[in-house]
Structure formats: C-alpha cells, structure tokens
C-alpha cells in the first residue's frame, strides 16, 4: 500500500510558477513510477507528466512540454511538479499517482492522492 499526500497547490497569476509536492508512505517508494494528473470539472482526468523509478526517464503531455518539470527525491520519498509560465488553462485539481512498473501517461495507475487545486488567473 503507498498513500500520496500532495501540498504546494494555490492561486496564482498567469505567468507565475507554483511548485507541487507529494509525498508518499512507505519504503517502497523507489519502486513504483510517478505521475502528475489534472481534472477540471465535466471533463475527464488528464496525464500531465510522468517519471521513471530512477528518474532517469520522464514524459511529459504536449500542452505543458517546456513549462512543467518533475523531479523525485527517492530518499525523501516525494516527487516535485515544478510549474512555471502558468496559464489560465492550467488551472485544475492535481493527482499524483504511483504504479508499480514502467512509467505510463494514461490513468492505469495503481495509488492516487486527494489532490490539490491550482488556479491561474488571467
């Protein structure tokens, strides 16, 4: 069992940068893959990023691709979503989610967190 607790969400203007973490119970943490998702509303959860157990591999969704950077600190069990020139369109709820195996970016993830909520005003 891994449980994922995310922090750093909140509201900030276009163009600034917010810094979200997650961290995660357990020893295992090295084992499991990471992923940031995002929701808003009426539409379905969508992949934002993910990182390999290593952190040697990452992906990351086209619309956030030279914005968004994750990170993990294996030895501090956490993984780090930092996000600079926030737009309006980035404002959501973000999920970290773990998965045992290969890093995916779709949802087939096998532990989620609560979620935090970012908005980005105009």
């Known amino acids: 069992q891994v449980q994922l607790v995310e922090s750093g969400g909140g509201l900030v203007q276009a163009g600034g940068s917010l810094k979200l973490s997650c961290a995660a119970s357990?020893?295992?943490?090295?084992?499991?893959?990471m992923g940031w998702f995002r929701q808003v509303p009426v539409k379905e959860r969508e992949f934002v990023t993910t990182?390999?157990?290593?952190?040697?591999?990452?992906s990351y969704a086209d619309s956030v691709k030279g914005r968004f950077t994750i990170s993990r600190d294996n030895a501090k069990n956490t993984v780090y979503l930092q996000m600079n020139s926030l737009k309006p369109e980035d404002t959501a709820v973000y999920y970290c989610?773990?998965?045992?195996?290969?890093?995916?970016?779709?949802?087939?993830?096998?532990?989620w967190g609560q979620g935090t909520q970012v908005t980005v005003s105009s």
């Open positions: 989610a773990a998965r045992s195996g290969l890093p995916l970016a779709t949802i087939q993830y096998d532990y």
């Open positions: 357990g020893r295992t943490f090295s084992s499991y893959a």
């Open positions: 990182i390999s157990r290593s952190g040697g591999l990452t």
